[in-house]
């Protein structure tokens, strides 16, 4: 772990524990996997907590957060989950990401994550608090994510102009492939190599790569970016859902 990034966790914890009943601090994704990139990772956390956040404490939160002014902070991401509601997957739960709060669910495959390797910054590991997720759990929530979600945006076309959304919907239907086929989840390094085997185009492939680890981006335009990527990505989220169990909708 980078200095920058052990100051910003440890100032993290020390000006959360005052603000929340706080159980336990989890770090995920690259982090946790040993994956990150400073300054172009963020830093997953997950947060339990004695209860339910009240409107006070929620304010406080908030405050916290605007207040970090320390190197990488604005990266940092963190869900706040009570005790009591800890086993329905479905349940939203207060987070704090892209700078502001709002509430969200904490995905199947964030628990898978946080199961096989979470970094333990506070109290007991998720093994002592959090349920399993079963294989079964875990491909239905991917394949609903993959259809209900990533091939909904594949229909429009301005958004994949932007490097996030380029990056996030390649990756994640690498690691979703994995998953289904393996069963195992896999890093975002691991997903790169993954998209060249399954046919992603290789300009793109090194673009995401050479933002991620500071390489020479290769001559791309945005444009034919965003069309090679959201053709790419809708016939691979296809295949995928009929080769493991799930007939895709009907393309429109």
Do not use: N
């Amino acid at each position: 772990m980078s200095a920058p990034t052990h100051l910003l966790l440890t100032r993290f914890l020390d000006d959360l524990r005052p603000v929340v009943p706080l159980v336990a601090l989890w770090a995920h994704g690259s982090l946790a996997r040993g994956d990150y990139q400073p300054g172009r990772s963020d830093l997953d956390l997950i947060a339990v907590v004695e209860t339910p956040l009240t409107d006070e404490q929620r304010d406080r939160l908030e405050r916290l957060h605007q207040a970090l002014d320390l190197p990488l902070a604005e990266h940092l991401h963190c869900s706040y989950l009570a005790q009591d509601e800890l086993s329905d997957p479905a349940t939203e739960h207060v987070t704090w990401a892209m700078r502001e709060l709002f509430e969200r669910p904490v995905t199947a495959v964030t628990r898978r994550e946080l199961h096989e390797g979470a970094l333990e910054l506070y109290g007991p590991p998720p093994a002592g608090l959090l349920p399993p997720v079963s294989d079964q759990e875990l491909a239905d929530f991917i394949r609903a994510d993959l259809r209900g979600f990533w091939l909904v945006k594949t229909r429009g076309r301005r958004r994949w102009l932007q490097d996030v959304w380029v990056d996030l919907g390649l990756v994640t239907v690498a690691r979703a492939t994995v998953t289904l086929r393996d069963g195992r989840l896999i890093s975002k390094r691991e997903a790169l190599g993954v998209l060249l085997d399954l046919g992603a185009p290789a300009k793109v492939v090194a673009d995401i790569r050479a933002r991620r680890y500071g390489l020479p981006r290769p001559r791309i335009s945005r444009f034919r970016r965003a069309r090679l990527a959201r053709a790419f990505l809708g016939k691979t989220i296809r295949q995928t859902l009929r080769t493991h169990g799930e007939a895709p909708p009907a393309r429109r």
